[in-house]
T-cell receptor, first 114, second 116 residues
């Protein structure tokens, strides 16, 4: 089955700097790659996603890049702010009908230092 | 996470009791997914349902766990004869039905289950 590895497990950056979180996956047939932000006591919140026919997607301070050949994708947060502090999860979904489960990475705890 | 409603938010049960977790998907969504999250870990898929059908239960333990999504009413995740290892946060997600794949899944705020 699909295996997703996420790094780093913890990340601490100064406010205003950039943060990058990386994920690798094993199934080359996977075609949907969302990123979620989870705050304490809350459910995961979808912040950005990318499909396999696109190499990069940007939404204000957040961007995701996908390298299908190497089977890895990354989340980039620029101009970080204290409210960006949270746990971030990458996920991968296959393209087989009926097998639409998300396989999650282990999570990255991001801390923004003021 | 307005939209996907889960209740209760917290549930305490003693070993051997039954736990029932409820999930109402976002309006217009007919696909429901259940995930389990242990402390300091990622989410693990349990089951995927459409109205009155279980589509994929590959992540569901074979015993004591069951799920349903009836024609009317919320989806229910049922755990019988709970054990301490069932303590976790259980999240429900829903997605629209228009696309086969690449459907964004939107999560509720979960049910924190504690077993005494």
């Amino acid at each position: 089955g699909e295996n997703v590895e996420q790094h780093p497990s913890t990340l601490s950056v100064q406010e205003g700097d950039s943060a990058v979180i990386k994920c690798t996956y094993s199934d080359s047939a996977s075609n949907y790659f969302p990123w979620y932000k989870q705050e304490l006591g809350k459910g995961p919140q979808l912040i950005i996603d990318i499909r396999s026919n696109v190499g990069e997607k940007k939404d204000q301070r957040i961007a995701v890049t996908l390298n299908k050949t190497a089977k890895h994708f990354s989340l980039h947060i620029t101009e970080t702010q204290p409210e960006d502090s949270a746990v971030y999860f990458c996920a991968v979904q296959g393209n087989i009908q009926g097998a639409q489960k998300l396989v999650f990475g282990q999570g990255t705890r991001l801390t923004i230092n003021p | 996470n307005a939209g996907v409603m889960q209740n209760p938010r917290h549930l305490v049960r003693r070993r051997g009791q039954e736990a029932r977790l409820r999930c109402s998907p976002m309006k217009g969504h007919s696909h429901v997914y259940w995930y389990r999250q242990l402390p300091e870990e990622g989410l693990k898929f349990m089951v995927y349902l459409q109205k009155e059908n279980i589509i994929d239960e590959s992540g569901m333990p074979k015993e004591r766990f069951s799920a349903e999504f009836p024609k009317e009413g919320p989806s229910i995740l049922r755990i019988q004869q709970v054990v301490r290892g069932d303590s976790a946060a259980y999240f429900c997600a829903s997605s629209p039905s228009e696309r086969v794949s690449g459907q964004p899944q939107h999560f509720g705020d979960g049910t924190r289950l504690s077993i005494l």
